[in-house]
C-alpha cells in the first residue's frame, strides 16, 4: 500500500496552501467605515480601476454607494457591478454599456449601463 507524505497531493506532487478565495476588507464612507468580501480577483480589478481613476479604493465606494440610479442592495453588490460595468465598457461592449465623450474621468462620468438590454440594473446606472 502505497502512503502519501502529509504535505503531498495524491498525485505525488506538493499540496499548494489553501487560501480563502473571498477576502475581508473595510471601506470608509466618509465617517463610517464597513466591511467588504470580495474575490481577491475583484480586489485586484478595483485595485486596477482605483490606479487608472486616480482615486482609491474609498472614494471609488463612495462614488458607487452615493449613485441614486443604482439598484443593488449592498455595497458589496454594487462594488462588483461597478467593477463589471467598468471592464465592460473598456472592453468596448457597447451593447451592454456606454461610455460617454466626456474628458473627465471614468468613475464620475464614463461608465453607464443601458439599462434598455439590462433591466435588472438601475435606470441609467454609472459605475
Given amino acids: 500500500m502505497t502512503q502519501t507524505h502529509p504535505n503531498t497531493s495524491a498525485t505525488g ?3 499548494q496552501p489553501q487560501r480563502p ?3 475581508t ?3 470608509r464612507l466618509g465617517q463610517m467605515r464597513t466591511s467588504v468580501r470580495l474575490e ?3 480586489w485586484q480589478a478595483l485595485d486596477v480601476i482605483c490606479r487608472l481613476e486616480g482615486v482609491d479604493r474609498h472614494g471609488f465606494a463612495a462614488v458607487v454607494q452615493a449613485d441614486p440610479r443604482r ?3 449592498t455595497l458589496t453588490s454594487r462594488l462588483r457591478s461597478a467593477i463589471l ?3 465592460m465598457a473598456a472592453a468596448g461592449l457597447e451593447h451592454h454599456s456606454r461610455a460617454s465623450s466626456s474628458s473627465r474621468g ?3 462620468n464614463e461608465i453607464r449601463v443601458d439599462t434598455t438590454t439590462n433591466p435588472a440594473t438601475a435606470a441609467g446606472s454609472r459605475l
Fill in 71 to 73: 439598484s443593488e442592495n
Fill in 40 to 42: 481577491r480577483i475583484e
Fill in 25 to 27: 476588507r473595510n471601506i
Fill in 106 to 108: 471614468k468613475v464620475a
Fill in 21 to 23: 478565495s473571498l477576502v
Fill in 13 to 15: 506532487l506538493p499540496k
Fill in 85 to 87: 460595468a467598468y471592464y
